[in-house]
């Protein structure tokens, strides 16, 4: 047992050092809505927002961990280096405590436990992203589910009135409830519309963004917040609190402001707010995303590291 903690020890220590800014996400859907930037009092919804709780998982998740690690599951000797694991390898290490089978509300558990998503809210709301078919995959399981042929329509207006967790339960249902994290993940994006392998990478970044009403990554040091409205058609960027006391100043960098509003981002000097809005009405594409998250990043990494 002590030599495999120390391997693993080990392999968590070289995890750790290969993260690097990638996949920065042409599906990472961000919301939370421009009118929930600033709240009574001017104060802005990032400084109203309390943290959750000091240590970073909970006190159930942590001792499960340290259980998969081959940790002493009492022991707090190894926290720190479970904590620097990328959540997407904490997820799957938690989803393997559930056993072989793992139902659709313990993967959506985990997402809740690890990344701090709920996704039955998202689904009880139906925010996000709409569609008005899923993806071939997921309608071939669905269709199977209500014993239709793979490729039969016949069922397919009523699966699209059912709710996100319904989709989700039956299709890991019908997968014999064995899907691997990589592959829940994959089913969640194209549910959801939430990338949490984006989330995942994204997570050191000093980026916050608040998704599906929201926060999905939130820490003292990030320099800048992206937010948008809950059906995706608004976007807006701005500056933290962080920002303002490390730079001695509110004002967006004119590096930021120019590439962004080059994308069609229109800029208020009065609140020093971007603000985007897709002219069609339609939720803003996931090549669009990708090209602000990757400004955005950009301009931290190349001005501010």
């Known amino acids: 047992m002590k030599r495999k903690g120390a391997q693993m020890t080990m392999k968590m220590k070289n995890e750790s050092k290969r993260f690097v800014l990638i996949g920065l996400g042409a599906s990472l859907i961000f919301a939370g809505g421009v009118g929930s930037v600033f709240a009574e009092g001017g ?51 938690y989803l393997a405590s559930f056993g072989k089978k793992i139902k659709g509300k313990e993967v959506r558990k985990a997402v809740e436990e690890v990344f701090f998503v709920d996704l039955d809210i998202i689904s009880k709301n139906n925010y996000g992203s709409q569609v008005s078919i899923y993806s071939e995959q997921v309608m071939n399981s669905l269709r199977l589910s209500f014993n239709e042929k793979a490729d039969s329509t016949k069922q397919d207006a009523r699966i699209m009135k059912l709710k996100k967790s319904e989709v989700m339960d039956r299709y890991i249902k019908e997968h014999d409830e064995q899907l691997t994290g990589a592959e829940s993940r994959i089913l969640i994006n194209q ?115």
């Open 43 to 93: 104060q802005t919804s990032y400084e109203l927002m309390q943290v959750k709780q000091e240590a970073k998982y909970s006190k159930q998740v942590m001792r499960e961990l340290r259980e998969e690690l081959g940790f002493d599951k009492k022991s707090t000797v190894h926290d720190s280096e479970i904590e620097s694991i990328p959540k997407v390898k904490v997820m799957d290490l």
């Open 191 to 305: 549910i959801f519309g939430v990338n949490l392998d984006g989330i995942s990478t994204l997570e050191y970044s000093q980026l916050a963004i608040s998704s599906k009403g929201q926060w999905i990554l939130k820490s003292d040091t990030d320099l800048f917040i992206l937010e948008s409205s809950l059906d995706d058609v608004d976007v807006s960027v701005y500056a933290t609190p962080y920002f303002e006391q490390v730079t001695g100043s509110n004002k967006l960098p004119e590096s930021l402001k120019t590439k962004l509003m080059s994308l069609g981002f229109t800029y208020n000097e009065e609140t020093e707010l971007l603000y985007y809005i897709n002219p069609t009405g339609e939720s803003v594409p996931d090549a669009f995303k990708g090209q602000v998250l990757g400004i955005i990043v950009g301009t931290i990494m190349g001005e501010y590291k």
